[in-house]
């Protein structure tokens, strides 16, 4: 039995006819005799519009009400998409999250997947009919409706794609497929038609969002056939392999920003052993991701400042925690920017290949953008500049590291 998951986002799913077009894709991929799955993300627009809502009535609402609130977007498409299927004669029905059930733990609002259960799937698949199931959404430990975090229904769709051993799943979305940058912002962008999974994981995670992360962490995991396709034409797409030796030459695969960025600062921190442990397991008890981290040497041996980033939307609780804990580190100063982004430029060549950070630096002197911090990995160079410049950033880092559309 040949399973193919196919994934279609908001704004494949925005409207009805919309939803109708979709249903044509997934007529085409019965009549292949495919056994599909369908994963359904909730219509353009409407997870913020529900994240509005539960801000109105609350700025702390118990986060699993909060989650039961979001998913209820992803519920209306994947009926809505069962109907459009019935017109064409097709036999399908929709499935919540629960009733899979894909089972997470309980960290609402982002909740990590458990477990993707086969039995009843399985068992529905014998009366030949296409499984609708709606992206975003888990069930916990607790019996309570879970969701994934943002752009979490790619994870569902390879988590079930990887669960039934799937011969690929297809995310199918508003560009097809994964460009050099987002084509959105550089119009000389170039699509790719391989990236391998270390790229794409890299580029994810700093906020290229055509993948959310872990969907490309659990692909690559478990080697699920990953592809990125429009949902408007018919083109082939970027596959998502393992590295080979067909790869694009250039040095650089992609470039990557992320606006989710606020930078904190806590000057005079006493230079003593068990500061940073202090400051960062404050923040990891309330699973605040820290991205870069920079400290000055401390010339006297008495004090140095500690910079770093986190995530915009968790600085009021970052701010509270360290405030809590002020006395005890017995910092001077808490001083917090919003107005950052970060640009990664990512490439498997930088292992091999000198000179990348030069490129970067010197072109980003050259059109007289500062820099605020820097760091990298083995196959990345992330920068925080202020938000002003970065469309400059990204279209002057492109051009000098030859990725232009010719
Ligand atoms: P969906 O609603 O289908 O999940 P998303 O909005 O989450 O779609 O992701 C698709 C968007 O990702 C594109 O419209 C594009 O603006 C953006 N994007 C960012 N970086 C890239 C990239 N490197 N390649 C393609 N798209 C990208
Ligand atoms: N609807 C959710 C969001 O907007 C999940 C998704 O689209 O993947 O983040
Ligand atoms: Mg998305």
């Excluded at 056939?225 to 590295?243: A, H, M, N, Q, W």
């Excluded at 990345?380 to 051009?399: F, G, P, T, W």
């Amino acid at each position: 039995m040949k399973i193919v998951v196919l994934k279609f986002g908001g704004t494949s799913v925005a409207d009805v006819p919309q939803i109708k077009n979709i249903s044509l894709k997934v007529k085409k991929e019965v009549y292949l005799g495919n056994k599909v799955i369908v994963v359904v993300s909730a219509m353009a627009g409407v997870t913020n519009n529900l994240i509005d809502l539960v801000k109105r009535m609350s700025d702390t609402p118990p986060n699993s009400e909060y989650d039961v609130v979001l998913s209820t977007g992803e519920q209306v498409t994947s009926a809505l998409l069962a109907i459009a299927l019935h017109n064409l004669n097709i036999k399908a029905r929709s499935w919540l999250g629960w009733q899979v059930p894909v089972t997470s733990n309980k960290s609402y609002s982002k909740a990590v997947i458990e477990e993707v259960k086969t039995g009843p799937l399985l068992e529905f698949f014998k009366k030949n009919q296409v499984a609708v199931v709606s992206g975003f959404q888990g069930l916990s430990g607790e019996n309570r409706i879970t969701t994934l975090g943002r752009g979490g229904s790619d994870t569902s769709a390879v988590a079930i794609a990887a669960a039934f051993s799937a011969e690929r799943c297809d995310i199918y979305t508003d560009v097809d497929g994964v460009y050099t940058t987002d084509p959105r912002i550089v119009k000389s962008a170039k699509k790719l038609d391989l990236i391998t999974y270390e790229e794409m994981l890299e580029l994810a995670s700093q906020g290229a969002k055509v993948l959310q992360t872990r969907s490309v962490a659990l692909a690559m995991k478990y080697n699920v056939k990953l592809r990125v396709l429009s949902s408007f034409e018919d083109l082939p797409g970027t596959s998502i392999i393992k590295e080979g030796k067909n790869m694009e030459k250039s040095e650089i695969s992609g470039i990557a920003h992320s606006l989710n960025e606020a930078k904190i600062t806590l000057s005079g921190v006493p230079d003593r052993p068990g500061q940073a442990a202090e400051i960062f397991g404050a923040l990891a008890k309330y699973s605040i991701n820290v991205d870069m981290i920079v400290q000055s040497s401390s010339i006297n041996h008495k004090a140095t400042d500690i910079t770093f980033t986190i995530p915009e939307t968790d600085l009021l609780t970052a701010e509270s925690t360290i405030k809590k804990i002020q006395k005890k580190i017995n910092f001077e100063k808490f001083i917090t920017e919003t107005n950052v982004v970060k640009i990664s430029v990512v490439g498997n060549a930088m292992r091999t290949q000198s000179g990348i950070a030069k490129t970067m630096f010197e072109t980003l002197a050259n059109n007289q953008i500062n820099i605020h911090v820097i760091s990298t990995s083995e196959i990345k160079i992330s920068v925080l500049i202020s938000s002003d410049y970065y469309e400059l950033a990204m279209r002057s880092l492109h051009s000098a590291f030859g990725l232009d559309r010719k």
